[in-house]
Each structure stands twice: as structure tokens, then as C-alpha cells.
């Protein structure tokens, strides 16, 4: 694997602890989102190459493989490849499995007809390298399917709410990308941006939020107080409710499909 940068280093290390969370009952394990998206990828070949990029326990590249595609699955932290293999043998599907990052796709140009990447991105040191590196493993016709936590267009302010609060409940994440932003990367790297949709993703409560990444106390504090003084527009933008003793909230989440002409 080439050397890592400083944001890559904490996603590993930050995955690497948090692998066994990703277990059964896990929130990313329902794949609906994946299989409604790939059901739009109406020219994928019935047996793809497919390559599913930042894929943690696999939930999505094993969703792929058993439809009958090759499947690699990609990380940069073993322990959630080992995971991932723990969970291909369990299904008995057949998957390679291969660790390196995102923005350096250890592939020959035009290797893949899919390339998947589901609640990654958000973590990557640089989201332009890794679609330009997605692009060039993609054969001509070949889909880009991208699936993130995201913003809508033209809020700065509760970007820079959900950036601080969330890389308060997760050192390791890097920034949330608006639509308008990811479609420029796709268009700049040469794909053409086929869908691009938002979609209103309620959270279980902050409990939950916190336990997914390890929240230390002093962090957790640090978010409750920002969801305490959330400004009018933060909250309704966010559908913050606080009541009952409980904080739920509404994020969004990007699915985009982009294909290599
Ligand atoms: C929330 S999990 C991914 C979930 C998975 N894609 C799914 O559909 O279930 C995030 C994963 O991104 C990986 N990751 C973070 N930054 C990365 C990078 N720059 N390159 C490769 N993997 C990365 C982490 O190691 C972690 O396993």
C-alpha cells in the first residue's frame, strides 16, 4: 500500500478499533439504498467487475456478489476486511479482498464496469483524486456509484455545524460534500453524472450516533452543547427534535451515479 497521508492514518486506526461494531444489526447492513441504485444501472453486464471501494464490513460488495458479480472489496483497515471475509464465508460468496485507499487504485485503467463506494467518502483526504482514480479504472460505459452523507447546495451554515459535530463524534471524518460539489469532481474527472439525489435519512437517537464511533465523554459534551445552541435555521434545515429526552435528526443522503462515456 502507498504511504498514507494524515487523514487516511486516523480513518485506519479509527476503523480498525471500530470493526467488531459492524456486526449484524448494523444500520448499513439494509442495502435497499444499493439495490435501488443498481437497479438503475439498467447496461451493467449480468456478470460485472465490480470494485467496491472504502468497503467495510462489505455490506455493499457482498450485496453485489451475490447477485453474481466479481467483487473486490477494498479498505484501508484490515480489520474490517477481515470483517468483511468473515461475512463472505458465512454466505459462502466469493469475493477478493484487497487493502489500500481510496485515492490510489492499485488497478490498470478501464478494469472494473462498477465502482461502488456507500458512507465512505466523507473520510477521504481528497475526494477529487479518488473519482479521478475511479474514472480511469472504469471501463467505457462503466457506472460510478456513489452513496454519502451530504448537505444541501448552498447551506454553509449547517455545513459547518454538521463538519464540526460531526468530526467531534468521529476525529477520522474529513468533510461532507454537497451535490453540486460532487457533480463538478465527476464532470472534472470525466464521468457524466447520470443521477444525483437526496434523500432524508432519520437518525436513531444520539446514543446511537455516539456508540457507532467510540464518542469520547468530553466530545460527546462538546455535540450536545452545539445541538443545545443550534441556531433556528440549523435546526430546522436538520429537523433537530429534543424533546422527550431524546435528539433526533434528519441528515441527507447523496446517491449518485455517473457513468465513463
Ligand atoms: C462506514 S464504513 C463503510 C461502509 C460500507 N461501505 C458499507 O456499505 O457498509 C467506512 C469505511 O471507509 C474506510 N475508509 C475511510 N477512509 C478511507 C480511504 N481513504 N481509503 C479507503 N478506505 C477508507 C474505513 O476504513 C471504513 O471501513
Known amino acids: 500500500m502507498s504511504e498514507l497521508d494524515s487523514t487516511q492514518k486516523a480513518a485506519q486506526e479509527q476503523f480498525g478499533r471500530q470493526s467488531q ?12 439504498d444499493v439495490a435501488s441504485a443498481v437497479a438503475l444501472c439498467s447496461a451493467l453486464p449480468l456478470v460485472a467487475d465490480v470494485l467496491d471501494v472504502a468497503t467495510g ?6 450485496y453485489l456478489a451475490s447477485l453474481g458479480h466479481r467483487v473486490i472489496l477494498a479498505d484501508l483497515a484490515q480489520p474490517m476486511l477481515d470483517r468483511a471475509g468473515e461475512k463472505a464465508l458465512e454466505r459462502g460468496l466469493h469475493v477478493e479482498l484487497r487493502q489500500h485507499a481510496a485515492e490510489h487504485l492499485p488497478y ?9 463506494c456507500r458512507v465512505a467518502a466523507h473520510h477521504f483526504s481528497s ?8 474514472s480511469r479504472v472504469l471501463r ?3 457506472y460510478f456509484l456513489l452513496i454519502d452523507g451530504s448537505i444541501p447546495d448552498d447551506e454553509e451554515e449547517v455545513e459547518q455545524w454538521l463538519h464540526h459535530v460531526e468530526k467531534w463524534r468521529d476525529p477520522s471524518h474529513a468533510r461532507f460534500l454537497a451535490p453540486s460539489v460532487w457533480n463538478e469532481l465527476c464532470t472534472a474527472a470525466g464521468l457524466r453524472v447520470a443521477c444525483s439525489e437526496l434523500q432524508p435519512l432519520r437518525q436513531p437517537d444520539l446514543e446511537w450516533y455516539f456508540n457507532t ?14 445541538v443545545e445552541t443550534a441556531s433556528a435555521h440549523v435546526r430546522e434545515v436538520m429537523q433537530l427534535d429534543s424533546g422527550d429526552g431524546k435528539i433526533v435528526w434528519v441528515w441527507q443522503r447523496l446517491t449518485l451515479i455517473a457513468r465513463k462515456p
Open 127 to 134: 475526494p477529487p483524486r479518488f473519482v479521478a482514480e475511479a
Open 57 to 62: 464490513a462489505g455490506f455493499t460488495g457482498l
Open 21 to 32: 461494531r459492524y456486526a449484524k444489526g448494523h444500520l448499513l447492513e439494509d442495502v435497499q
Open 108 to 116: 490498470p485503467d478501464q478494469s472494473f464496469d462498477l465502482v461502488t
Open 140 to 142: 467505457p460505459d462503466g
Open 213 to 226: 464511533a467510540n464518542t469520547s465523554p468530553e466530545n460527546r459534551s462538546l455535540v450536545l452543547q452545539s
